[in-house]
């Protein structure tokens, strides 16, 4: 469960933050909030109170308790509806009383988009470590898709907090419940919320988390601005990715509802893949890509729509018609193409009646 990276970090400083924010933009495949959202206020959290420290687990003792935080609700919502500086505070208070114990360290629960940035900002705030390591290598739109569900880990406990003060806790009997409930607060509030769930040892997070999540989009969003010539060719290159078209964006279709963005968006292919269409199928990421009735890609393998000309990555909710895009794919993190680990993030988890079949497998029958 750890992605390649040829990055070590003992600590993470402002200078660092567009970097991780161009990786963890093109971790999200499209979802995970708009990493522009969260930049602003990491920014300013790591001025006024210093660099971050990055921990691994290794450093961690067995009985550390890792705390795994996100934002829960629509992106598009979380787009124009930004935190409170209070929310990872009141997170933290509940935490540490229901705990009985201060937190050791926190960790991104999705490497992907704003919710891989906004942990950077958390950590400084509360002055605690940031781990570094995350619960699914990019994004996915559910609490129980999640590395620490597949392994086994308890969701018996998710601990909430909105912009207005609301805090909740909830003490669901599984990890689809805990989705299902958290969901409903969520959309109490607004469609937009904080949350910490699969408290956990370090012992227990051990084989549990994907590690090496932070170096890995620092990593990435740093061979972004270093690139020459063409910049999504070299990112392909960087990621082991499939381009599979590049083109303009000609159809958007996006509605907001349950806490969740769904719809659709339709590329047209232009220059060598003029004649060609693809339609991207999201709920909050991209999940699906069909050509001419056919999967060309679909998850847990990753798929991001980037701007042709700079390579950086487009979330869903910024997708406009008009824009010149070009769409890659590639291969997920091993824990996700195990029986287990499809059952939860594979197509038919959100409602695709079809079998997953691996990015390199479609690539290789010329599909």
């Known amino acids: 469960m750890q992605p390649a990276s040829d990055n070590d970090v003992g600590q993470l400083t402002e200078s660092d933050l ?10 999200g495949t499209g979802g995970g909030g708009s990493v522009e959202t969260a930049i602003p206020s990491a ?24 705390v795994p935080m996100a934002s ?9 509806m930004l935190a409170s500086v209070d929310q990872p505070k009141r997170l933290r208070d509940e ?4 705990a009985g114990r201060p937190i050791s360290a926190i960790m991104a629960g999705e490497i992907g988009g704003s919710n891989g940035v906004e942990p950077v900002g958390w950590a400084a705030e509360l002055g605690v470590p940031l781990l570094d390591a995350d619960g699914m290598g990019r994004a996915f739109p559910e609490l129980q898709m999640v590395s620490m569900h597949v392994a086994g880990l308890s969701a ?4 909430m907090a909105d912009v207005v003060g609301n805090v909740a806790v909830l003490r669901p009997i599984d990890a689809v419940w805990s989705e299902r409930q958290a969901r409903a607060v969520c959309v109490a509030s607004g469609a937009s919320s904080m949350m910490a769930n699969y408290l956990m040892t370090a012992s227990q997070a051990r084989g549990a988390v994907i590690e090496g999540s932070i170096c890995a989009a620092l990593a990435i969003g740093r061979s972004i601005a270093e690139s020459t010539g063409d910049p999504v060719a070299g990112l392909a290159g960087r990621l082991d990715a ?27 292919g232009t220059g060598a893949d003029a004649g060609r269409m693809v339609r991207i199928e999201i709920q909050n990421e991209n999940l699906v890509v069909f050509e001419s009735g056919e999967v060309r890609a679909s998850v847990p393998d990753l798929i991001t729509v980037v701007d042709t000309q700079t390579a950086d990555a487009i979330s869903t909710e910024m ?3 008009g824009q010149r895009v070009s769409v890659l794919a590639w291969p997920c993190d091993p824990l996700w193409r195990t029986e287990r680990g499809l059952a939860v993030v594979g ?6 009646n079809l079998d997953y079949r691996p990015i390199e497998e479609l690539v290789h029958a010329g599909i």
């Open 72 to 80: 829960i609700g629509a992106p598009t919502v979380g787009h124009e």
């Open 18 to 27: 567009p970097a991780l924010a161009r990786g963890c933009a093109i971790l």
């Open 242 to 268: 499939r381009r599979l078209v590049d083109g303009k964006i000609v159809e958007v279709e996006r509605h907001t509802g349950g806490g969740f963005v769904r719809g659709s968006v339709v590329v047209d």
């Open 319 to 321: 997708l406009r018609y």
């Open 156 to 159: 018996d406990v998710v601990v």
């Open 95 to 98: 935490i540490e009383r229901l």
């Open 347 to 352: 197509p038919r988890a959100f409602g695709y």
């Open 43 to 66: 920014l300013q959290a790591l001025r006024d109170h210093g660099p971050v420290r990055i921990v691994r687990l290794a450093e961690l003792d067995d009985d550390a308790l890792v």
